[in-house]
């Protein structure tokens, strides 16, 4: 298994697919009542308006994940521009997905590490408690990640996991 991530804003075709993928992303999470997902129309967003403002987005790096050099999944990272250097992180996973047929094959894992060593800094990752999915595979994933390095922290329904993946990379 040959797992990659490319820059989706440079490969159309990239784009495409995870425009043709974004609907299955919003079906996964609306089931989870993070009360966004459910209520986009009613708000005034469309999910084509939602995909486009993350490729805008200047502090957004829109990732797609590949395996043997086929989409399979994408992620959303944000940057932060901190106002100084005691900025709480420097990077969160905005969002992640890997579309269902991949999962639990190790796809998802193998991309973390990559996104991780690509954007070495202060990471936040957040979950909410009503997926329980994603917070077991971010507290799987991050623990092999860190070592079991790592904070995390809980309310107001969501699972914070905090850590630095440039000091991950030094004790390698």
Same mark, same amino acid.
Not at 3 to 26: I, K
Not at 41 to 56: K, N, Q, T, V
Not at 112 to 132: C, K, S
Not at 141 to 147: E, F, G, I, L, Q
């Given at each position: 298994?040959?797992?990659? @991530? ?10 495409? #697919?995870?425009?043709? @993928? ?31 403002? #993350? ?18 999944? &994408?992620?959303? @990272? ?8 005691? !900025? !709480? ?12 047929? #991949? ?16 954007? !070495? ?19 799987? @994933? ?20 905090? &850590?630095?993946?440039? !000091? ?5």
């Amino acid at each position: 298994m040959s797992v990659s @991530v490319r820059d989706t804003r440079f490969n159309q075709a990239d784009r495409r #697919w995870m425009e043709g @993928v974004y609907r299955d992303y919003l079906t996964d999470l609306a089931p989870q009542g993070t009360g966004v997902f459910p209520a986009l129309g009613e708000i005034g967003h469309r999910e084509p308006d939602l995909l486009a403002s #993350w490729f805008s987005d200047s502090s957004a790096q829109v990732l797609t994940i590949l395996q043997n050099d086929h989409p399979v999944g &994408f992620a959303l @990272v944000r940057v932060r521009q901190p106002l100084s250097d005691r !900025a !709480a992180t420097d990077y969160s996973m905005a969002e992640f997905f890997i579309a269902r047929r #991949w999962r639990r094959q190790g796809v998802g894992q193998e991309a973390v590490r990559l996104i991780l060593d690509r954007f !070495a800094g202060r990471w936040h990752i957040m979950e909410y408690l009503r997926n329980p999915g994603a917070v077991s595979f971010w507290r799987r @994933v991050v623990s092999a990640y860190t070592r079991g390095r790592y904070q995390e922290r809980s309310g107001s329904g969501e699972i914070h996991q905090y &850590f630095d993946s440039a !000091a991950v990379r030094v004790r390698q």
